[in-house]
């Protein structure tokens, strides 16, 4: 039989029981028809031997912000700044540069990626920001994607200093002793700024998919689970799905997408009385479109709900003060019984639930809302999730075990971020951050995830960071205990990660009849003593390469 494609290695690593190494592997049709010795006498097409390399399951990226990220791409990079005249000179530089260019006129003045831990905790001033922009509408994204920073102009263009302003739920406008803004805009206020400037247009977000999912192929990304989109501050567009379309057709889409629809996009439907777990009523999208709806490139996911804020910002709902920042604890969006009508009107219309909850007093709502569901509903096509899962309390992560379900703590904010995570809780509750061995030992399970761009999407270095939970500083967060072996740090990003986003049965797993999706590493990641120095040679999918280092001969 001739086949499209053999592959060998040193190690092909299948994270499968019944085989779980290889040294040669067959593709046919884009998908795995055999290994070793079920391929004597079959032939291919193209048969690359890439020697002492490592072959592994294809990383799954269970919670990320493609859209977002591939837009920001063409933002003014704020991260590389230290101290707030070097930002200010930087946005002087792009606020010429716009002024210079016939094209520049009424655009706006975009940046991305600032954190306050490069300026001494400090933010950008007012004042400063109008003298470097005038009228020109500004918008700045922090890091955490819960928070902005903008100008007078622009609030000015938002309503926000009009008399009677009202903050929207969900967020704020923050202001000073005196009542002026500051320039912060918090989570669900972001709208204000962000209503100026959707929809984006399709041809706008397939681009950004384009250059953003280009270069999840070079670090070896196969899938991903696009974490909010269609509506609230996350989304880009009502009609985003159709981008995702027309990337997939155009060749312009690099990796496999599941999609979380936000929860303010789905709407009331009516149906038969015996539908909808036998009320006729949900909160769901035409036609019967629900979760797991869709084809092996482009699916709809869990509905995402937003349920606090974020631990960088202050403004993920925890139980006790935050250090240093007394009688503040965060908040959360909206009230409990608000989210109760609708979390249940959307699970019993059939949508499984991504409850993003970072401080305790979220996890404590979330866990709430998911066994409220499971019992009056039973169980979704897909798992209950919760996003970051940041600050758990003990009894947190055994009621998570009792209710089957996932987690994804992100491991790879814990070398840039941890630092200043561990500052804000203090060492009593640093043992609750992004908690990884106690989740593995309660049976919890954990979808790896970068939540790009709030970190970045380099999965071995999210992987050497689960294993030892090492800061910028040195600091083993959470103590050298909560870290993951090198195989379980694999499995977050293949088979758990899989099992999360309900697609074990396609991926996650190099096994006969699966896609054929799979990366190819300079060495194995079980036996590096760096996964986070490997390096990723090529990346497959459906038996096609969407990166090669160095393009072999076909």
């Known amino acids: 039989m001739k086949l499209d494609l053999i592959v060998r290695a040193r190690d092909i690593v299948t994270m499968a029981e019944e085989r779980p190494s290889a040294a040669a592997m067959g593709v046919f049709h884009g998908r795995i028809v055999g290994f070793d010795e079920e391929l004597d006498g079959c032939s291919a097409t193209r048969e690359i031997d890439y020697g002492p390399a490592a072959i592994v399951p294809g990383f799954i990226d269970a919670h990320c912000h493609t859209t977002w990220w591939g837009l920001g791409l063409a933002s003014v990079d704020l991260s590389p700044a230290r101290g707030l005249e070097e930002l200010y000179a930087t946005l002087a530089a792009e606020a010429a540069r716009l002024a210079g260019d016939p094209a520049g006129a009424g655009a706006w003045l975009n940046g991305t990626g600032f954190n306050h831990k490069h300026h001494g905790g400090e933010y950008p001033d ?39 302003f009202a903050d929207p739920v969900g967020g704020k406008v923050v202001r000073d002793a ?64 159709e981008a995702y379309r027309q990337a997939r ?14 929860l303010d996009v789905l709407g009331e439907i009516t149906a038969h009385a015996s539908d909808l777990a036998g009320t006729g009523r949900g909160r769901g999208l035409d036609l019967g479109i629900g979760a797991g709806f869709g084809d092996e490139w482009v699916q709809l996911g869990p509905v995402k709900v937003f349920l606090d804020g974020s631990l960088l910002g202050v403004t993920a709902a925890v139980t006790e003060d935050y250090c240093g920042h007394p009688h503040a604890s965060g908040y959360l969006l909206d009230e409990p019984e608000a989210y109760r009508e609708r979390v249940r009107s959307a699970y019993r219309a059939g949508w499984p639930l991504a409850l993003h909850a970072i401080g305790d007093a979220a996890i404590d709502l979330a866990l709430d809302l998911i066994e409220e569901c499971r019992e009056r509903y039973g169980m979704n096509r897909l798992p209950n999730r919760i996003e970051h899962f940041g600050i758990a309390r003990p009894e947190q992560v055994r009621r998570a075990a009792a209710l089957e379900v996932a987690v994804t703590p992100q491991a790879g904010f ?141």
């Open 178 to 241: 005196a009542g002026r803004p500051t320039g912060v805009v918090e989570e669900a206020a972001q709208g204000l700024i962000q209503g100026m400037l959707l929809p984006y247009s399709v041809p706008q977000i397939v681009g950004a998919l384009d250059a953003a999912t280009s270069r999840y192929a070079r670090e070896g990304i196969t899938s991903f689970t696009e974490a909010g989109i269609g509506g609230g501050w996350i989304g880009h567009s009502p009609i985003e799905v």
């Open 414 to 554: 814990i070398g840039p971020l941890g630092d200043q995570f561990a500052a804000l809780v203090g060492p009593e509750r640093e043992g609750w951050l992004y908690r990884g061995r106690s989740l593995v030992d309660a049976g919890v399970l954990i979808a790896g995830s970068s939540d790009l761009p709030v970190a970045d999407n380099n999965i071995r270095r999210g992987m050497q960071s689960a294993v030892d939970r090492r800061t910028e500083l040195g600091r083993v967060l959470g103590g050298a205990g909560e870290g993951l072996t090198a195989e379980e740090a694999l499995r977050t990003h293949t088979e758990w990660a899989a099992r999360a986003t309900g697609t074990l049965a396609e991926r996650g797993t190099l096994e006969r009849g699966k896609l054929a999706d799979f990366v190819v590493l300079s060495g194995s990641p079980l036996t590096a003593p760096d996964i986070a120095a490997l390096e990723v040679l090529a990346t497959v999918v459906g038996g096609s390469h969407s990166y090669e280092a160095d393009p072999r001969p076909a």
């Open 249 to 262: 057709e155009s060749g312009r889409l690099h990796a496999r997408a599941q999609l979380m629809p936000a």
């Open 126 to 164: 007012i004042e400063r920001l109008d003298e470097i922009t005038g009228d020109r509408p500004l918008y700045l994204r922090h890091v955490s994607g819960h928070l902005s920073i903008t100008n007078t102009a622009t609030l000015r263009l938002a309503g926000a200093l009009e008399p009677g």
